[in-house]
């Protein structure tokens, strides 16, 4: 099944969702990340009470196979650039802890999408979680963010 929903898309919803988090958390509690000068680090923003967002709108109308697929990419792409980030995003947090990493994204409508956000949390660079991926993991995150949770959230609803 195609959305018919005009929705907004690329840098569009990137400055509604800046604004949406802005005026939600306010304006000394959430810090934008500009990209203009060698990108924004894997994220759009950061709360002071430890939240981390990156948005993404991919184009519409298009299939559910087709924006799963799309915002699977981008969550596995933007978790190892957060992960491969990790010397600039300390300085950018400070004493901060993160305890949650969020891809908001206007709409989503496939529960793949929140399984795959529980694998890229346990083996952020791909492949079958193991017993031994667990250990890995702390030491490739940021410090900042060894215990944090990788969620989806839509603003939009359906």
Not at 34 to 56: H, L, M, S, W
Not at 99 to 117: G, H, K, M, N, T
Request: charged residues 35%; positive net charge.
């Amino acid at each position: 099944m195609v959305a018919h929903i005009a929705r907004l898309s690329g840098d569009e919803w990137q400055e509604w969702a800046n604004l949406l988090l802005s005026r939600h958390y306010g304006p000394t509690e959430y810090q934008k990340v500009p990209d203009n000068q060698k990108g924004d680090a894997g994220i759009e923003g950061f709360t002071r009470c430890g939240r981390v967002y990156q948005a993404y709108g991919c184009e519409e109308p298009i299939s559910t196979d087709e924006r799963y697929t799309r915002q699977r990419d981008k969550l596995t792409a933007d978790v190892g650039k957060f992960i491969r980030n990790k010397a600039i995003l300390e300085k950018l947090f400070g004493s901060l802890k993160v305890i949650r990493w969020a891809l908001f994204v206007p709409f989503y409508d496939s529960r793949e999408l929140v399984a795959r956000r529980r694998h890229t949390r346990h083996a952020p660079t791909g492949g079958r979680r193991r017993a031994t991926d667990h250990p890995r993991r702390s030491r490739r995150w940021p410090r900042s963010a060894r215990r944090c949770r990788v969620v989806v959230r839509c603003r939009v609803p359906k």
